[in-house]
């Protein structure tokens, strides 16, 4: 369990990235969930779903890859919009069960063409639709 042992790790410490996608808590269709966050602006932009060749794919060329559930294939973030997510920093969360890409978005993250995909705010009981296709953050 290399996600325990972190937890009590000194800063600094590093471990093999083998091992660690080794240890990854993958899902039963061998997914983990993976946030998209703008990198120098904090915002969160999508949360979409990782395979290991995926996330191996990304780390490797820095251009954020996907696996789409409905289509059951890798999903290149871009490929047909042309909004390229370009991977900046890549964090496991402390269980080994999430993953966070800061990236640099290229045009709107969300298919609405909304700069975010979380655009559907809770409020009083019901949802609010906040901004429109092609605001700017």
């Not at 966070?100 to 019901?126: K, M």
């Amino acid at each position: 369990m290399p996600f325990l042992a972190l937890e009590q790790a000194p800063a600094g410490f590093r471990y093999p990235l083998s091992q660690a996608l080794d240890a990854i808590a993958w899902n039963e269709q061998g997914l983990i969930a993976a946030i998209a966050q703008q990198h120098d602006t904090g915002q969160v932009l999508m949360l979409a779903w990782m395979n290991r060749a995926a996330l191996e794919e990304t780390l490797a060329t820095g251009r954020v890859c996907y696996w789409s559930r409905r289509r059951r294939q890798l999903w290149r973030k871009g490929d047909t919009s042309g909004h390229v997510q370009q991977l900046i920093a890549a964090r496991l969360d402390c269980d080994g069960d999430a993953i966070l890409l800061q990236v640099e978005q290229h045009g709107p993250a969300c298919h609405t063409g909304r700069p975010s995909c979380f655009y559907n705010a809770i409020l009083d009981q019901q949802i609010e639709v906040q901004g429109a296709p092609g605001d700017q953050p």
